[in-house]
């Protein structure tokens, strides 16, 4: 997916914002990138980060760079901050976002001038050099921010450094989040608020949906108020999400314990131990061994020694492998166990089937699985969460299409969807037999809502039942 942060500050930030973008390292594995402002102009620096950390990387850097004015990000595909001289003058320019219409506004930008994009490889387009285009389109900064969040089809949260300071610009129906973060000499901005406080920052503000804000080195100041509608993405709390995570105001630990407490009070399960798959699901099995009486134990322990982050590396055959070597068993706890394991979620299913059978072979009775959110039914039309080429990837779709026969419709998907008919039932058994579970029983998604505490209207559900 990816995160941002930028630091307007009174002295040099580069040492703020070198911590705060390397705190945003769960969220991609490709790119990272700073930018900073100082008074030799704008200097750039961006490294490919699949095989070291972020840290490792820009070390160097962080020793070189100078400026008060800073922004930064960690990106799972294009390369950024770009920085861009346009009639606005020159700025420099970070995104989060999921762009559905590329090939429209390209199009669309052809067609009214003679723009010019640079391809990556495989052709693509550079999403942030896009909206840069976008936003060039029109006479005024900010109305050029505006045409871009309104131009694309998907989400779009920005950073856009010039010399009058850092602007903020949230997603228009807050899909992502940009918090500010102050101390007595700067101002920051960032996805999440925990990348800052360590940093001596304390909470200013959360932008609301469509906010456009300005932070200089004194104040922050908002240019577009929010707008009414929310749709923040639920995905953050159940897998995005650091557990020191907060979105509107909710921890993500404290709403996993909640969603764990509550697909405990659904179970009839009796196990031995409840475990969770480092590192999303475990917070889901701590609050539902709390709930159930269940003794929490960890069967396995993730080795982060050299493979700390989750995502990486991108291609799928070698996330599977590396995903496997890098689990380690503690046989004591697994064999003739009957376990019941919590993950975050079921994709593709090809991670969690070998998982399961691992724990077999080191000699577990048995393995009932609990995922922490619904069964995942639509690829995610808003965030990277997965580069999948068709929907059919998704092992509820597989599972679905046999057992009618071939496609199906919207309709008979949304029946598949809710936890009270017999269809869904015969999809989650499809799946617990294709997988070798014991038993599977998803958390329903009206428990996971609740367990956020937030009203329905304004989180965005659609990966599990199609609604915009």
């Known amino acids: 997916m990816g995160g941002f942060f930028g630091v307007a500050a009174q002295n040099d930030c580069v040492f703020d914002l070198f911590f705060g973008v390397d705190y945003h390292s769960h969220l991609g594995t490709r790119r990272g990138g ?128 010039n010399k009058a300071g850092i602007y903020a610009a949230r997603d228009k129906y807050g899909r ?16 999440e608020n925990y990348a800052y406080k360590n940093l001596g920052y304390t909470d200013y503000k959360e932008l609301g949906p469509g906010e456009i804000a300005v932070i200089n080195d004194r104040v922050c100041h908002t240019l577009v108020n929010p707008g009414k509608d929310m749709k923040i993405c639920t995905f953050l709390w159940v897998y995005y999400g650091y557990p020191a995570s907060a979105y509107e105001g909710l921890s993500v630990e404290q709403m996993r314990y909640s969603c764990g407490a509550k697909m405990a009070q659904r179970d009839n399960a009796r196990p031995d131990i409840v475990a969770g798959v480092p590192d999303s699901g475990i917070a889901a099995a701590v609050g539902y061994a709390n709930e159930s009486g269940v003794p929490f134990s960890r069967p396995f322990i993730k080795y982060t020694p ?51 059978e691992y724990l077999y072979q080191r000699g577990a009775k048995e393995v009932h699985i609990r995922p922490a959110c619904p069964p995942i039914m639509f690829g995610c039309k808003y965030l990277n969460f997965s580069r999948s080429s068709s929907e059919m990837d998704l092992i509820t779709r597989r599972v679905i299409e046999r057992l009618e026969g071939g496609p199906v419709s919207r309709e008979v998907l949304e029946e598949y969807a809710n936890p009270e008919t017999e269809r869904y039932a015969a999809m989650v058994e499809e799946i617990r037999k294709d997988l070798n579970f014991t038993s599977l029983q998803y958390c329903r998604l009206d428990d996971m809502l609740e367990a956020t505490g937030l009203e329905k209207c304004k989180l965005c559900t659609y990966c599990w039942d199609g609604k915009e």
């Not at 901050?81 to 346009?86: A, D, G, H, K």
């Not at 992502?176 to 996805?191: L, M, N, Q, R, Y």
Request: hydrophobic fraction near 40%.
């Open 34 to 161: 700073m930018a900073v402002l100082g008074e030799d102009g704008f200097n750039r620096s961006i490294h490919n980060i699949e095989n070291s950390p972020f840290r490792t990387k820009f070390d160097k850097d962080m020793q070189e760079m100078k400026g008060n004015f800073g922004i930064g990000c960690i990106s799972d595909y294009e390369p950024q901050p770009l920085i861009v001289r346009s009639h606005h003058g020159t700025y420099a320019i970070t995104t989060v976002s999921k762009i559905n219409n590329t090939d429209a506004l390209i199009q669309q930008l052809f067609d009214t001038g003679h723009a010019h994009f640079l391809e990556m490889s495989g052709g693509e387009i550079n999403a942030t050099e896009l909206v840069a285009a976008l936003i060039n389109q029109k006479e005024n900064l900010i109305e050029g921010i505006q045409y871009a969040m309104d131009m694309i089809d998907g989400s779009l949260s920005i950073l856009l450094m």
């Open 176 to 191: 992502t989040p940009i918090v500010i973060g102050k101390k007595e000499d700067a101002f920051c901005a960032s996805f």
């Open 306 to 356: 050299t493979w700390p982050r989750s995502f990486m590396p991108t291609m799928q055959s070698q996330r599977n492998l590396i995903a496997k070597m890098k689990m380690l068993a503690v046989d004591e706890l697994i064999k003739d166990k009957s376990i019941l394991l919590i993950d975050d979620s079921i994709v593709r299913g090809t991670q969690l089937g070998e998982t399961t």
